[in-house]
């Protein structure tokens, strides 16, 4: 297991990852249960096999803008909550090594023939194993595909379409460290009826005490997505 600070970090996002971790594990208004890199797994520190292979064994030629967010950890991963008892503010993201993504319909079979054709093309690359909240994102990736579109799947409500590519969804991702259900935030619904209600409060915790605890990021287009959906 690695840690921010030390190594150095050959790829940019993984250098982005380290400082959000370090953000994370330097905050004093949050309690973090874990912040921490994966093992780096044989063969797939080298991008250029990993994305050749991909092309090659999976029919997907990911462009540039997928490519350049490359990272050689097999996981990256935070788990954190406010410290306040009666806070809805949590967070947690698991993000997966893009060689070693899933398919969707290993593990959701569907309800309908519409929805099991989806999760055959959708690739998880990001879930939520220790708070087992059942939110996920997946890239929808089709052979022949350069640049997936994102969907978000929340178990209760099942599966949307992200208004998102894969690079805007992780640089959202570090932003926001991965608050429950920031993901409503970039998808086409509305959240005023009283089930989104745990996930609405904890959004405006966030937008609150996040500019706070990290000044170096900008929060003004996630209050704005905010009030449109409240």
């Not at 806070?87 to 090594?97: A, I, K, M, R, V």
């Not at 939520?128 to 059942?134: A, E, L, V």
């Not at 978000?152 to 608050?179: C, N, P, Q, S, W």
Request: charged share 25%; with cysteine.
């Amino acid at each position: 297991m690695m840690n921010p600070g030390e190594e150095s970090y050959p790829f940019p996002f993984e250098e982005r990852c380290a400082r959000t971790l370090e953000e994370l594990r330097n905050s004093t208004g949050l309690v973090v249960s874990e912040a921490r890199f994966g093992a780096v797994p044989r063969l797939l520190d080298d991008i250029e096999f990993v994305f050749e292979s991909l092309a090659d064994d999976d029919g997907l030629p990911f462009s540039q803008a997928v490519q350049q967010y490359f990272f050689r950890f097999g996981d990256i991963t935070t788990h954190w909550r406010s410290p306040q008892d009666d806070s809805e503010l949590s967070g947690e993201f698991h993000l997966t090594h893009l060689y070693s993504t899933s398919l969707m319909s290993h593990t959701w079979e569907g309800s309908d023939d519409r929805e099991r054709a989806l999760y055959q093309e959708l690739r998880i690359f990001d879930d939520t194993p220790q708070t087992g909240s059942g939110y996920l994102a997946a890239l929808r990736a089709p052979r022949g595909t350069t640049d997936p579109e994102i969907w978000f799947f929340d178990m209760h409500r099942g599966v949307l379409e992200m208004d998102l590519e894969y690079g805007a969804y992780l640089d959202t991702l570090l932003i926001t460290k991965g608050t429950s259900g920031w993901q409503y935030l970039f998808c086409d619904i509305g959240m005023p009826d009283a089930g989104f209600a745990p996930v609405a409060k904890g959004l405006k915790e966030m937008l609150e005490v996040f500019p706070q605890l990290f000044p170096d990021h900008d929060y003004t287009d996630l209050r704005a997505r905010l009030r449109e959906r409240l």
